[in-house]
């Protein structure tokens, strides 16, 4: 079995503070009618005049989707006096369209927000983090052989790791609001809540460079 070669360990860290780009609006819908599949949207007077709402706000319909039906029946016949409770997801691109959309929400006397996900371009920032500390590993292995007397000759291995860490989450539960949108007139939005938010992403890595004796 091969020994080990000399090496000298070289850890680095790197962490950035980033905004989220996007969000998902997670949003229940008390409909007094059961209809099944994407005919909700269209048919289900509860969950249609929320839709109108949010696409007067500048949504697109594609922006909406159904993602579940709870039906809730009155007698013992299946659909047969029922309701049902429609569970969405509301896409939103645009954050600066939060405060209105949470207050068109809250408006409509059977909708309820359930929660926010925030969305983070994730994937960038990480790949710019690694290339950043893979070159600050190398100047610093540099440095560090110089001052040994020693030259690098190489990799002998390599670790990376990732570490996202997001604020928790106030938690709260959407209530009807009796009243037109509360946005107007610059007035403060229905609900107390973040509608910004970021997360620090960490990028950590060792590097074991291969040294020449002295």
Known sequence: MDSKPDT???SVQEREQ?????????VTVKGSSAFAGDEALKKAREVNQLLNELTRLGLSSEDIHLQGIFLETG?????????????LRIKCEKLDLIPALIDSISAQKEASLERIAWKYPDDMVRQRLLELAVSHAKIKAEKISSSLGVKLLGVYDFIENYL????PLPHFQAQPAARSSGFA???SPTLGMDIHHTKSVQVNIDIWFRVSTF
């Open 75 to 87: 007698s013992g016949a299946l659909f047969k006096s029922s309701s049902a409770t429609y569970r």
């Open 185 to 187: 007139n610059n007035a």
């Open 18 to 26: 980033i905004h989220a780009d996007h969000a998902d609006l997670f």
């Open 164 to 167: 996202d860490e997001e604020p």
């Open 8 to 10: 000298i360990k070289i």
